[in-house]
């Protein structure tokens, strides 16, 4: 079994937690490749260093790998995403961050993760993903993501109108800071922060939230994935921002803009005592009482 490890590192991920990760590893027979910028932080405290073998970028990972372990946060998460493309390599987060609804296991759970991948006992969540077409070219080789697409006003800038369609049809225009159309990945995220739902993984939608809008009746909407949502921008000011997870681009506001459901999956790998429902409860302290 090839296993990929990614990270940012930094003070949030200690580096005896990997040495216990890479131990786990090794006694399972595994191989062990580093992302080569969090190899490059932490290779002076490996023993025996130069025995991993590590990649950079997309093209580095190819179907010899099993899966990808990412240690860090849900943004963490999101950096792999990037990486694993259309390569269907499925993705363990392990949470060294505060929240983590996609990183869902602990540090302390390193040791049962990895039994679990030797064994093959775990199971695959496919996770769509949203992707954005423009006019010009925005994002490179990534236009896509896995928690939501955004727009929103320029710092500075007053708020923006958003006139938005589906499938050519007129929606609605919103007067507001921004505009996010999730997943039902990200609807935990971004768009559960501006008072959107929370949408089941397997719903086979998209969440349509308002950045504090002007109108007070305007609500968020659930629609059908199949549905294209395109937008045309209006405001006091000649940009906006245009973001994709947590990598953002400013653009210009005449640039057309369209959104859909990507060709291909993210497979999430969940432990058999994990699932959905748990996650809720527990990261959002659903069934507890807290007045004491």
Request: hydrophobic share 40%; net charge negative.
């Amino acid at each position: 079994m090839k296993i990929a490890i990614y990270s940012r590192g930094g003070e949030s991920v200690d580096v005896n937690d990997l040495k216990i990760l890479l131990s786990a590893l090794q006694e399972g027979k595994c191989m062990a490749s580093l992302y080569q910028d969090y190899f490059n932080q932490v290779k002076d405290s490996l023993p025996a260093a130069d025995v991993y073998d590590t990649f950079s970028t997309s093209e580095d990972l190819d179907d010899s790998f099993d899966c990808m372990i990412s240690l860090g946060g849900d943004g963490t998460l999101l950096d792999t995403v990037t990486l694993i493309r259309e390569k269907n390599i499925p993705v363990l987060g392990v949470n060294f961050g505060r929240l983590g609804f996609l990183a869902s296991l602990g540090k302390e759970d390193i040791q049962t993760a990895v039994t679990a991948l030797i064994e093959r006992t775990f199971v695959i969540e496919k996770r769509t993903l949203i992707h954005l077409d423009a006019d010009i070219p925005l994002f490179g080789e990534t236009p896509y993501a896995l928690n939501e697409f955004a727009i929103h006003k320029r710092e500075t800038s007053p708020m923006i109108k958003i006139h938005t369609y589906l499938n050519g049809e007129f929606l609605n225009t919103y007067w507001a800071d921004g505009l996010i159309v999730s997943t039902p990945t990200g609807s935990t995220g971004y768009s559960l922060s501006c008072n959107g739902p929370v949408v089941f993984p397997e719903s086979g939608s998209f969440v349509i939230t308002p950045v504090a809008p002007h109108n007070l009746n305007v609500r968020p909407i659930v629609i059908p994935d199949n549905n294209i949502i395109s937008f045309e921008v209006e405001g006091r000011m000649d940009q906006f921002i245009c973001a994709l997870d947590s990598r953002k681009e400013t653009v210009d506001r005449t640039v057309q803009l369209a959104v859909k459901k990507e060709s291909f999956t993210i497979g999430l790998v969940r432990l058999n005592e994990n699932n959905f429902l748990q996650t809720l409860r527990k990261k959002l302290a659903w069934g507890f009482d807290t007045r004491n």
